[in-house]
């Protein structure tokens, strides 16, 4: 598929542009902190993050390969960028497509960002994670666009017989002092054959489109219903499956016991067995149904009699895995010393992903070829691995990537274009795999449980040591970069369930993720990852908002300890001037210190992540302790450059819901080896009623910074804000969440799909 | 098995189906509209909502034979040709969306509540349960009330 989906086809684009990437853009990052602060003693070993981060690897690794990223200019002027990324709503096309805008002068309208197909070329430059899409396309893409727009330029000139600097441009029609005017799309064939010129990006005092508000490229497609998601897809002859999935995580079929009968059930196609399998990482197994509706093949995945064998954890309980993980914790250096240390034990459950979208992919495999169509983070690795699976050479299979419902780290695997592979393949039909939303919580890929254990300790007045040790089910990284090589190199030695290379993965993104913003002296974070054969997958700033929750928590506590108020001691431990500057606004903003009616309180956090700064203040209404609410929440963060301001916004809320979601209401509840939890009323990520009515996003101007990540760096200053606000309205120390009492329900029985609620 | 007519959109349709069979899955495998979206099939994330006589339903919950003779309005239906819908337009003015999935079920639960009042309270607002886990809540919320004030 070489022209994108949803857009005219039969366009000439004639005028397409590989740029030489101006390769070493990771300066940003390198400029020396200043840690000039008198009392505090500043941290040791000082903090890699601050140098190198997770974005900039991929931003380094992104970079060889930026000269096959495509931007061409049609006939019809309509400028098009073949994004080799996922938009999952995190807005990174808009952003993008913003840039394009800027640099070569045209309408935002005209500008059209497509989902490459999975290019393996491209090697590592078709991961869509680590906050790093925007920090990827920042160096490189006004560079690409500002030299197309030379080159249109410099063909109208060379036919008016003017010198290029006499003309400008405006809305893609370039224009010259005596009133001739010649559209881009009438220039673009000319404008092919001129060779490359020099040309340099705007100077950011001469923007017009970044850093305004922009709505959404997609906006009124999906407001009109016409934005079309993988299930959406017109894919000739795809028949709807669904997959009914074992009674525990990992478990087996043993036997299908009334298969004929299932397969005569009205509008059911085929039933398939799905066995144990798959290149990199294994495949989900279960009992896939092909129906001429998704209605008819969930009745018949209800109706299978079905043998269910044990998973890889029968009998793991929350409980019992908690148990496990503070075993394996690796013990504090420091001793406890009474009244001059700050401790404490933090659990935090199992989360699942939840996008709206479930995971869902449609797969046409043949004897000779395959493709597929999936919102996919990793599209070339999951193209790779799919070839191996049906025993096809690689260039025999395409991949299209869909805009997906929702992504947040779930959609770095591609479980459901494995299943869909193997059904297409044994029923020689497309098939459109769609899990229940129920298995799709219990069984596909979950953030780790994990347990943290911290100690701060006081000594002369002063914050000498701070260590936290930090025992997680372990993380699965075997996508790699996104490509075969990477992925491989995580899954060695094969079949094993914790992996050498995995864990290499895994401790790379903990050391190059996890950081503080506090001068704390001598400080340590470790994690232990714990062995258990589980899906597990990052999940939106992955160690990150744990971590720092948890810091924040025991940062106000220490505060407590040495009698100083929260915002007073942060300002005085803060590394950084820019942490300072955000949470110095955001006290000012959300009147730190005002009085609160009784049962409320306020609570703050800062946090840096991805090059971006940020604090929240929140107030808390727990008159109910068991039942708390954000009130109220303000938000200030600085991003270096920002882009687009709506999106920045956007992202900031979807990091608050996460906080309060995380923090007060929402965990799973693993029982004999499996979540009870199978849908959003037992599973409660954020409504309506739990968004706080009052949300104020402060954005810090550009004055020069480096660009920042976005999509994860929003939720752990709220996470902080909202657990600090219930310790000092409630007088209770948030130590195992959600901190809110979890309703009762009736779990669907275990290896069963609920009924439909007709 | 039964044949059911209603209007969806209004177009005349007319599908063979059990009569237990979801509308949902009449809308989205039988009729190929697929603006209603399936989010957990247990009238719990209500992406599917529709309207049913202007009323809001969540269609995964609906039996094809209860809106036999009846009106369906989806996301589709919604404007009047190129002429968007008050809360359409409110959804583009304040940039609402972020993925989109549940987008469809979020407008026609707040067209929904603004054929029932032109005035929405916060505690209304507060009752639609429409799961969006990217959590615009805050500009849907914005939305509905601007909205408000441009209803014919």
């Known amino acids: ?758 | 098995m039964p044949a059911y007519s209603f209007t969806v959109n209004g177009n005349a349709v007319t599908v063979n189906a059990p009569a237990d069979m979801a509308l949902l899955w009449v809308l989205r495998d039988k009729l190929g509209i697929t603006g209603p979206k399936y989010g957990c099939g247990v009238n719990a994330c209500k992406a599917c909502t529709c309207l049913v006589d202007g009323h809001a339903v969540t269609t995964c919950s609906t039996k094809v034979s209860a809106v036999q003779g009846k009106e369906v309005t989806t996301i589709e239906g919604l404007a009047n040709g190129d002429t968007l819908h008050p809360v359409q337009q409110a959804w583009l003015e304040l940039d609402v969306a972020q993925c989109g999935f549940c987008q469809p079920g979020q407008i026609m639960a707040a067209v929904d509540l603004l054929n029932r009042t032109r005035n929405p309270t916060d505690a209304e607002i507060d009752a639609i349960e429409n799961v969006c886990r990217c959590a615009t809540y805050g500009r849907i919320r914005a939305a509905i009330k601007a909205a408000a004030e441009n209803m014919p």
């Not at chain 1, 807005?91 to 497509?97: E, F, K, N, Q, S």
Request: overall charge positive; aromatic content about 6%; charged content about 20%.
């Open chain 1, 1 to 758: 598929m070489n022209e994108p989906r949803g857009f005219s086809t039969g366009r000439r684009k004639l005028l397409t542009y590989a740029v030489s990437s101006p390769v070493m853009t990771i300066a940003a990052g390198l400029a020396v902190p200043s840690n000039a602060h008198a009392v505090p003693l500043p941290l040791m070993p000082a903090d890699t993050v601050d140098y190198y981060d997770v974005g900039d690897s991929i931003v380094q690794f992104s970079a060889p390969t930026m000269p096959l990223v495509k931007l061409s200019v049609g006939t019809d002027g309509k400028v098009t960028l073949e994004m080799p990324r996922l938009e999952n709503g995190q807005g990174i096309a808009t952003a993008l497509g913003m840039m394009i805008a800027e640099e070569m002068d045209v309408a935002l309208s005209d500008v059209v960002v497509s989902s490459a197909d999975a290019q393996p070329q491209l090697l590592y430059n078709q991961i869509t994670g680590g906050s790093s899409s925007v920090r990827c396309f920042d160096p490189v893409l006004p560079v690409m666009a500002a030299a197309a727009r030379a080159r249109l330029v410099a063909h109208a000139a060379q036919q008016w017989g003017l010198p290029p600097s006499t003309l400008r441009v405006e809305a893609g029609v370039v224009i010259a002092p005596d009133g001739r005017s010649a559209t881009y799309g009438s220039l673009t064939v000319g404008a092919a054959t001129l060779p490359l010129p020099n040309a340099l990006p705007k100077h950011p005092s001469q923007y017009n489109v970044i850093g305004k508000f922009t709505p959404r490229l997609d906006a009124r497609d999906i407001v009109t219903g016409r934005k079309k998601f993988t299930m959406d897809q017109a894919v000739p002859n795809a028949k709807p499956t669904m997959l009914r999935m074992p009674s525990q995580i990992r478990g087996k079929v043993v036997s299908v016991n009334n298969l004929a009968a299932v397969k005569a059930m009205p509008g059911v196609i085929d039933v398939v067995v799905v066995p144990p399998g798959g290149a990199i990482v294994p495949r989900q197994v279960g009992v896939a149904v092909m129906a001429e509706t998704f209605g008819q093949a969930w009745d018949a995945c209800r109706a299978l009699d079905i043998t269910w064998g044990d998973g890889t954890n029968k009998g793991q309980s929350n409980a019992s895995i908690f148990a496990a993980l503070k075993a394996a914790n690796l013990p504090l250096a420091l001793p406890p010393l009474g009244a001059l240390t700050v401790d404490g034990e933090f659990e935090f459950p199992a989360a699942t992903h939840c996008p709206l979208e479930v995971e869902c992919a449609i797969v046409d495999a043949r004897a000779d070829r395959a493709e597929i169509w999936a919102g996919m983070q990793t599209p070339i690795v999951a193209l790779q691995a799919t070839a191996a699976d049906l025993g096809l050479p690689e260039s025999k299979v395409k991949a299209h990537v869909i805009p997906s419902g929702g992504a947040f780290g779930r959609r770095l695997f591609w479980d459901p274009v494995q299943v869909a592979a193997y059904v297409s393949k044994a029923t020689g039909r497309v098939c459109k795999l769609m899990y229940h939303r129920s298995d799709d919580i219990r069984h596909t890929r979950l953030r780790p449980p994990q347990v943290h254990k911290v100690r701060a300790t006081l000594l002369l007045g002063s914050v000498v040591s701070y260590e936290q040790r930090i025992a997680a089910i372990r993380l699965d990284a075997r996508h790699g970069y996104g490509e075969k090589f990477t992925a491989i190199t995580g899954a060695l030695p094969e079949g094993t369930p914790q992996a050498l290379g995995n864990l290499g993965y895994e401790q790379f993104f903990f050391k190059t993720m996890v950081s503080s913003p506090y001068n704390y002296g001598v400080s340590t974070k470790v994690l232990t990852p714990v062995t258990f054969d589980w899906n597990t997958v990052s999940y939106r700033s992955v160690h990150i908002q744990p971590a720092r929750l948890a810091e924040e928590i025991i940062t106000d506590e220490i505060a407590k300890k040495m009698g100083k108020d929260p915002v007073a001691f942060r300002m005085e431990y803060l590394r950084l001037p820019r942490a300072r500057a955000v949470l110095q606004r955001v006290a000012a903003a959300a009147q730190w210190g005002k009085a609160m009616p009784v049962g409320f309180a306020q609570g703050v956090g800062v946090h840096m992540e991805s090059r971006a700064f940020t604090a929240c203040v929140v107030e808390l209404d727990a008159r109910d302790p068991a039942h708390c609410k954000v009130a109220r929440a303000t938000i200030v963060i600085d991003v270096g450059k920002p882009i687009n301001p709506s999106g920045i916004e956007q992202q900031c809320h979807g990091g608050l819901a996460e906080a309060v979601s995380l923090v007060l209401n929402a965990g799973l509840t693993i029982k004999d080896g499996l979540p009870q939890e199978g849908s959003y009323s037992q599973y409660h990520w954020a409504r309506m009623k739990d968004f706080p009515k009052n949300v104020e996003v402060i954005l810090m101007p550009n004055v020069g910074d480096p660009i920042a990540g976005m999509g994860e760096p929003g939720m752990a200053a709220p996470s902080g804000a909202i657990a600090n606000a219930y310790a000092r309205a409630t007088g209770i120390k948030p130590r195992k969440f959600p901190l809110n009492a979890q309703a009762p329900f009736v779990a669907t029985p275990p290896g069963q799909l609920p009924a439909p609620t007709l």
